[in-house]
C-alpha cells in the first residue's frame, strides 16, 4: 500500500498564480514525521520542510506554507505568487519513529511547471 | 556545516561493465547513509541504506551492492551492469538521532546504460 499519495502528477499555472501542491500520508504510528522537498531540473532534492505529529501549526515562510491536518491525514503545500524558478519537482515524505535506520516513504512527486 | 559529494556527476557504461558510484559526507560523524535510485518516472526507490560502517541493509534485490568501507563513505556498485540500472542515482544522509531526521540529498549521478 502506498503510504505517501500525490494525487497530482503535473501541475501548470501562469505566474503570480497560487498553486497547492497535495500530500495524503498513511501511518499506524502515533509519531512520524512529514517532509517536502523540492527537485529542481538540475536534480538534486532541497530540502524544504520537516513538521513532527504532535505539531498541526500551519508554517509559512515567505511565499511557501503548509497546513497539517492529521484528521484528513494530509500535508499539503501552497506556493503563494508563483514565479517561474519555483518550476521544479516536488515530493512529500513520511518517516516513522521506529522504523530502522530512518528510513523514508516518498510520494511520486508532483511537476511544477511555472509559466512566465 | 555539513557536506555531502557524489561522483560522478554523469557516466556513461556499456552492458556489463562494472559500477562504482562514490558518495562522502563532511562535518558530521556515524551518519546514516542512503542510496536511491530515480528511474524516468521520476519516483524515488530506496536501494540500501547504512547505520554504521560495515552495515548494509538492501531495500530492492537487484544488480547493485553498496558497501560502507569508512565511516564516511558509502559506495555502490555492481559487477555488471544491465540496461535497466539507467537512471539517476542518488546518496543521502542523516544525522542517526530520530530527532533531526532531516535527509540530505547528494547532487546526484546520472548513469546511461548503452
Known amino acids: 500500500a502506498q503510504k505517501v499519495t500525490q494525487a497530482q502528477t503535473e501541475i501548470s499555472v501562469v505566474e503570480k498564480e497560487d498553486v497547492t501542491l497535495d500530500c495524503v500520508y498513511e501511518?499506524?504510528?502515533?509519531?512520524?514525521?512529514l517532509f517536502w522537498y523540492k527537485q529542481p531540473p538540475s536534480g538534486e532534492l532541497v530540502f524544504l520542510i520537516r513538521?513532527?505529529?504532535?505539531?498541526?501549526q500551519n508554517e509559512i515562510s515567505g511565499r511557501y506554507s503548509w497546513n497539517f491536518q492529521k484528521s484528513t491525514s494530509s500535508f499539503n503545500f501552497t506556493i503563494t505568487a508563483s514565479q517561474v524558478v519555483d518550476s521544479a519537482v516536488y515530493f512529500c515524505?513520511?518517516?516513522?519513529?521506529?522504523?530502522?535506520?530512518?528510513?523514508?516513504?516518498f510520494g511520486t512527486g508532483t511537476s511544477l511547471t511555472v509559466i512566465p | 556545516s555539513q557536506t555531502i559529494h557524489q561522483w560522478p556527476a554523469t557516466l556513461v557504461q556499456p552492458v556489463g561493465s562494472p559500477l562504482s558510484l562514490e558518495c562522502t559526507v563532511e562535518g558530521t560523524s556515524n551518519p546514516n547513509l542512503y542510496w536511491y535510485r530515480q528511474a524516468a518516472g521520476r519516483g524515488l526507490q530506496l536501494l540500501f541504506y547504512?547505520?554504521?560502517?560495515?552495515?548494509i541493509s538492501s531495500e530492492v534485490p537487484q544488480n547493485l551492492s553498496a558497501s560502507r568501507p569508512q565511516d564516511r563513505q558509502f559506495i555502490l556498485s555492481s559487477k555488471k551492469l544491465l540496461l535497466s540500472d539507467s537512471g539517476f542515482y542518488l546518496c543521502?544522509?542523516?544525522?542517526?538521532?530520530?530527532?533531526?531526521?532531516?535527509?540530505?540529498f547528494g547532487a546526484g549521478t546520472r548513469l546511461s546504460v548503452l
Open positions: 543521502a544522509w542523516s544525522v542517526a538521532s530520530i530527532a533531526k531526521n532531516i535527509q540530505y
Open positions: 513538521r513532527n505529529s504532535f505539531d498541526e
Open positions: 501511518t499506524r504510528d502515533t509519531t512520524y514525521y
Open positions: 547504512s547505520v554504521g560502517i560495515g552495515q
Open positions: 515524505a513520511l518517516s516513522e519513529a521506529f522504523r530502522t535506520g530512518n528510513q523514508f516513504y
